[in-house]
């Protein structure tokens, strides 16, 4: 049979504009959803999305895909590589699973809002593979790990991470209800696919792969691998959009829905990436710091594609800069201090080795963030575990959720940005934490952080058994150190041979 | 006498703390409050010194024997709590 070749009839079927003739244009397509922002229909559809596909195309792709991620798997299951991996690396996957996988459900529906409600055709075309891709981003995120439930209860957190309160998941849920859930199609294409996809999946699940593949974890590889490749293609939705809103007298707008992804993503990487790739990846698996990679897979090519795109880069771009420095240490050490609170276990990643190789990367490691950890090391190695956890709540920030932190030690520089708004008093963790409560404070001011719940009493008993019970954490879930302390011995060790 | 949330900021710790004080208590219970949750824990003991307390960022310490209830502070204040040598 004849077939027409797919460039005579691609166009066609991608402008699925009509005349309504029921209803209006603005009732089919509800500002409050669609986020026009009275540019015209004409406008919107011009969204030339810069990645075609058809939908024979979409599953033949598809399909391979799945085929050779779950037949990697299912060959590699006999080998038991679990049973045999570095603790470290079997706590990156129990982290990232339970950060991301139903979080890959909810993109979905954040991708079927663009589907229905987006007026450029091209990007509901787009954003129905996008849907099909998040969709299958749960499933295999969630499958993967069920295999392992038999060896632990943490694997489970894969699917109740996100149906709890702990805080790392209030931290998640807090930004992706913004930036994807509670948005309007053009905003979701912008801060989902464009700030945050463009970049920071792609660092997560770039750098994760090439660990992957170095810690010998080719399960693992091929599944993010295998992930990665529709991120590439549906992180593509922003960048037509941007291009239509700046052209139609929208810049400033969408200057300011880019910094406040970045800004919000930034901040959820440096607790999920950053101390993966900086301290639980075993030393020799290393491929890049973790600021080395930041600044080679977002701060350049952030600069460039904005630039391409008519924008500037974001106004706290010096400040993401020098942090790369400093948050993402911090979050490693309060998520490994508040190791109960985790469904992980945290490699402290702070034994001999790796500290020379934290001092190599961050010059003066040792003089800040290794003056907290030597009072740590000193205490595992003189019996005193009790002090090395946690008998309080750090100060969570209104906007991102997490800690509160800076550099310790001898550059002591830990800094509040807090803000009094209509009697209430909240708390940032930077000025472009605070910025982004101020863009919007309608949106943000009733949320109440893990700390202002404590302070108003929905947690019972007021104290740290009642926040872990409050979280959702029971026996066998809680985080310990990844290796039982050993990196601390071996100091000790180094000491009696000296 | 209440309880009174506030946001410790202990100098050489890399992170903020809730610790709960009360309204009676001193400034330098305060210190001693919150160096329960930071010194011996991330942050070394300087035995030579006093603790000190002020407001985030300010250049004045709060006097030692000043009660809570007395300092003005809003529920949940940020409050630097700095080694002196007085």
């Known amino acids: 049979m004849y077939q027409i070749p797919r460039a005579e009839w ?5 402008a699925t504009n009509w005349t309504y003739s029921y209803v209006t244009e603005e009732e089919m397509f509800p500002e409050e959803m669609s986020g026009a922002r009275g540019i015209p229909m004409e406008e919107w559809e011009t969204y030339d999305e810069p990645y075609k596909v058809t939908y024979p195309e979409y599953v033949a792709i598809q399909r391979e895909k799945d085929a050779g991620a779950y037949s990697v798997k299912a060959a590699l299951e006999r080998d038991a590589y679990v049973d045999r991996a570095d603790p470290g690396w079997i706590s990156t996957m129990i982290a990232h699973y339970g950060a991301i996988a139903v979080n890959e459900y909810a993109a979905s529906l954040a991708e079927g809002r663009m589907a229905r409600f987006a007026k450029a055709p091209g990007n509901r075309n787009m954003a129905t593979f996008g849907t099909l891709d998040e969709n299958r981003h749960g499933q295999i995120q969630l499958f ?19 149906q709890t309160n702990d805080w790392a998941s209030i931290a998640a849920r807090a930004f992706f209800d913004d930036i994807m859930l509670c948005r309007d199609a053009v905003a979701v294409s912008i801060m989902l696919t464009f700030g945050f996809e463009t970049g920071f999946t792609n660092m997560q699940f770039l750098g994760l792969a090439a660990d992957a593949s170095e810690a010998g974890d080719h399960t693992f590889a091929s599944l993010i691998s295998s992930v990665q490749t529709d991120e590439a293609r549906h992180a593509q939705q922003g960048g037509p959009s941007l291009k239509i809103l700046i052209a139609n007298g929208h810049k400033d707008e969408a200057q300011k829905l880019v910094d406040i992804s970045i800004w919000r993503a930034w901040k959820l990487f440096s607790v999920l990436t950053g101390p993966i790739m900086d301290y639980y990846t075993p030393l020799e698996h290393r491929s890049q710091s973790f600021k080395e990679f930041m600044v080679e897979w977002i701060i350049i090519q952030f600069e460039r594609q904005l630039a391409d795109l008519g924008l500037d880069a974001p106004w706290f771009w010096e400040d993401l800069t020098n942090d790369l420095d400093v ?3 911090g979050m490693h050490l309060g998520v490994w201090y508040w190791r109960p609170t985790v469904w992980w276990n945290p490699a402290a990643g702070a034994g001999p080795e790796e500290r020379e190789w934290l001092e190599e990367k961050y010059p003066g490691w040792n003089k800040t963030w290794g003056k907290c950890w030597d009072v740590i090391t000193d205490n595992l190695n003189n019996g005193r575990e009790d002090l090395t956890l946690p008998e309080t709540l750090p100060y969570v920030c209104n906007m991102c959720q997490l800690p509160i932190v800076g550099t310790p030690g001898n550059e002591w520089n830990v800094q509040d940005y807090p803000l009094e708004f209509e009697g209430r008093l909240y708390h940032f963790g930077s000025k472009a934490d605070r910025w982004c409560f101020e863009q919007d404070p309608e949106r943000y001011k009733e949320h109440q952080s893990l700390i202002d719940r404590f302070l108003s009493g929905q947690i019972q008993p007021a104290d740290l058994p009642g926040a872990l019970a409050y979280m959702g954490l029971g026996p066998g879930e809680m985080g310990k150190d990844a290796h039982d302390y050993a990196w601390a011995a071996a100091f000790k060790k180094q000491a009696e041979v000296a | 006498m209440a309880a009174f949330p506030i946001n410790s900021n202990f100098q050489g710790d890399f992170v903020m703390q809730l610790v709960p004080v009360d309204t009676d208590d001193t400034m330098d219970q305060v210190a001693e409050k919150c160096a329960y949750h930071s010194v011996n824990r991330r942050v070394a003991p300087q035995p030579d010194k006093v603790m000190r307390v002020r407001l985030h ?11 809570v209830s007395d300092a003005g502070w809003r529920p949940t204040e940020t409050l630097d709590i700095i080694f002196a040598d007085q």
């Open chain 1, 327 to 329: 948050t993402h240490h």
């Open chain 1, 144 to 162: 993967f790990p069920h295999a392992n439930i038999k060896r632990s209860r943490q694997w489970d957190w894969a699917h109740k991470a996100m």
């Open chain 2, 57 to 67: 960022n300010a250049s004045d310490n709060f006097p030692r024997d000043m009660k």
């Open chain 1, 10 to 14: 691609y166009d066609l079927t991608r």
